[in-house]
């Protein structure tokens, strides 16, 4: 996936699909994208998640990446995690966290200028993660970034 053909917004599903979940997937922009985590699930129950969300993004046309497939995505937080997933050749390397976040409250955001040297390394193919939403990523976007990910920003975008 290169840059171009990469999502500019992403969903991050990491536990079994909620109403609310879906209800946010139905109303996601079309060429957004929803990156699968849910690495606790067991396999059958995953493989359930996987051919639902596969149904829900063919609907909507999202791009759909499940980080348990080889190379598919990596999060990252700093350059040696950096270095092994540019030299794994991954496609989708998320930056994590650019902002604080409440899935981690105890990560101390990436510095500004570390994360846009950073991007500069990553040939500015990076997601930006942790605390993201649409209005922090066009604060950071001038870094480097390509896109942006998150969690919580969908769910709120649902209740406004």
């Known amino acids: 996936m290169t840059p171009r053909q990469s999502p500019r917004q992403w969903m991050i599903v ?5 109403p609310a979940t ?11 994208g929803i990156l699968l985590l849910a690495h606790n699930l ?14 829900l993004a063919q609907a909507r046309g999202l791009a759909l990446v499940d980080e348990a497939a080889p190379r598919a995505a990596a999060r990252v937080h ?7 997933a540019l030299l794994r050749d991954t496609r989708l390397i998320l930056l994590s966290p650019l902002f604080a976040t409440p899935s981690h409250p105890d990560w101390r955001p990436i510095p500004r ?10 040939n500015r193919r990076l997601i930006a993660l ?4 649409l209005a922090r990523f066009q604060r950071i976007k001038p870094l480097g970034f390509v896109g942006w990910a998150g969690i919580s920003a969908w769910a709120r975008a649902l209740m406004s």
């Open 78 to 84: 700093d350059l040696r995690e950096l270095r092994t």
């Open 113 to 122: 200028m570390r994360a846009a040297a950073l991007a500069r390394l990553a």
């Open 22 to 32: 879906e209800r946010a997937i139905r109303r996601a922009p079309r060429g957004s």
């Open 14 to 18: 990491d536990a079994p699909l909620d």
């Open 42 to 55: 067991p396999p059958r129950q995953r493989r359930e998640l996987v051919r639902r969300l596969r149904q």
């Open 130 to 133: 942790g605390g993201m939403n």
